[in-house]
Structure formats: structure tokens, C-alpha cells
Antibody
Framework: EVQLLESGGGLVQSGGSLRLSCAAS????????MSWVRQAPGKGLEWVSA????????YYADSVKGRFTISRDNSKNTLYLEMYSLRVEDTALYYC?????????????WGQGTLVTVSS | AVRMTQSPSSFSASTGDRVTITCRAS??????LAWYQQKPGKAPKLLIY???TLQSGVPSRFSGSGSGTDFTLTISCLQSEDFATYYC?????????FGQGTKVEIK
């Protein structure tokens, strides 16, 4: 059974930093691209970032480019999102998500999310 | 970035109704289109991928169609558990983009 367990969310001041983690199990982690998707309170889904299975390719939404860094440790089956220079508008529930392919594909599994709150 | 536009944004329907949600891409995305269902307080769930392929375990009352720029999600006979918000997403290119969502409410 695929499981994705996010952690690391919390309350941080504007301009601060936070590191999210996602522990994956139930599949061969290194074979699949992974994404972070966020959802602000009461709003829709916003794709944030993705990384290929081999970690050779990374992708970012314009809204976070230069402030967020996605990475993965395939030996630990863990996905990360380092967030810097956080803004109030980064407040959201952050989902870790598995993609169907090595470097792409739809999202076939989602975690339950970790909440990031950025205060002014 | 590819812009995804869903319509309608919300509507009311009754159990047993046939409902259709539309998603339009700002450029040709072939069949790289997925549909997700989200219930309040829950993570999204994949329903359809490759525009028309039903994800394993999803009831057959859900179906998807379309290619290029115009896509539809159809629920043939709405059930009580189908009242939720539905999102389309293109995975043709990065950055990935979602539609704004369609909320299906009980009439």
C-alpha cells in the first residue's frame, strides 16, 4: 500500500524558513517523480514543485522559484521541500504527491498534507 | 504556462442526475489530462488519467473524454458520496497547472 507521510509544517514569521519532509513507503521510491502541491485555506489546488525519480531534474512554479528547493534522498525514501523567504501568501496545506512516471505523469497518490502558516 | 479553465465553478444537482464538468486548456495538451475529486478535509483522489482512463477502484459511473484543448468529466448517475469538488490538471508540461475547481452541491 502506498503511503506518503508529510511532516515539518508549522507557524513561521514572514521572511522565515521551513523544511518539509515526506516519508514514502509501499513502492520503489526512486522509480517515480514526486511533487509538492499546496492548497491555501478555502482555495483550489496549486502545483508547487516536482523532482524526477533520479533527482536529475527539478521543476518549480513561478510563485516559488528562487525561494523553494525540492530534493529527495532515495536511500531514505524521503522527499523534501526547503522553503525560504516565506510570505503570508505561502500559507497553505502542503501535499506530498507521487507521480505515475519516472519524470512525469499524473499524480496517482497523495499524502494527507502538512499545514504551513506564515504570519506577518 | 498552460492555463486550465473549468466550468461551471459550482452547481447543484440531485442524486441520480447525469452531470458533466468541462475543462479547457489554453493550448493543445494532447491527452495529458487528469481529474481529481476532493472532499472537505481530505486529500484529492485521482479519478481519471490520460483524459479517459479510469483509475483502478474508481466506480464506472465516472468517465472522461476529450483531447487537445477540450475535456469533460461525466458522472452518469450521481450518488450521495459524489458531492465534492472536482479538479482537472494538465501534465503535458511543467509547470503543472490545475483548473480552479468545480463544486458539486446537493440540490
Amino acid at each position: 500500500e502506498v503511503q506518503l507521510l508529510e511532516s515539518g509544517g508549522g507557524l513561521v514569521q514572514s521572511g522565515g524558513s521551513l523544511r518539509l519532509s515526506c516519508a514514502a513507503s509501499g513502492f520503489t521510491f526512486s522509480n517515480y517523480a514526486m511533487s509538492w502541491v499546496r492548497q491555501a485555506p478555502g482555495k483550489g489546488l496549486e502545483w508547487v514543485s516536482a523532482i524526477s525519480g533520479s533527482a536529475t531534474s527539478t521543476y518549480y512554479a513561478d510563485s516559488v522559484k528562487g525561494r523553494f528547493t525540492i530534493s529527495r534522498d532515495n536511500s531514505k525514501n524521503t522527499l523534501y521541500l526547503e522553503m525560504y523567504s516565506l510570505r503570508v501568501e505561502d500559507t497553505a496545506l502542503y501535499y506530498c504527491a507521487k507521480q505515475r512516471g519516472q519524470d512525469g505523469g499524473d499524480i496517482d497518490y497523495w499524502g494527507q498534507g502538512t499545514l504551513v502558516t506564515v504570519s506577518s | 504556462a498552460v492555463r486550465m479553465t473549468q466550468s461551471p465553478s459550482s452547481f447543484s444537482a440531485s442524486t441520480g442526475d447525469r452531470v458533466t464538468i468541462t475543462c479547457r486548456a489554453s493550448q493543445d495538451i494532447s491527452s495529458y489530462l487528469a481529474w481529481y475529486q476532493q472532499k472537505p478535509g481530505k486529500a484529492p483522489k485521482l479519478l481519471i488519467y490520460a483524459a479517459s482512463t479510469l483509475q483502478s477502484g474508481v466506480p464506472s459511473r465516472f468517465s472522461g473524454s476529450g483531447s487537445g484543448t477540450d475535456f469533460t468529466l461525466t458522472i452518469s448517475c450521481l450518488q450521495s458520496e459524489d458531492f465534492a469538488t472536482y479538479y482537472c490538471q494538465q501534465y503535458y508540461s511543467y509547470p503543472r497547472t490545475f483548473g480552479q475547481g468545480t463544486k458539486v452541491e446537493i440540490k
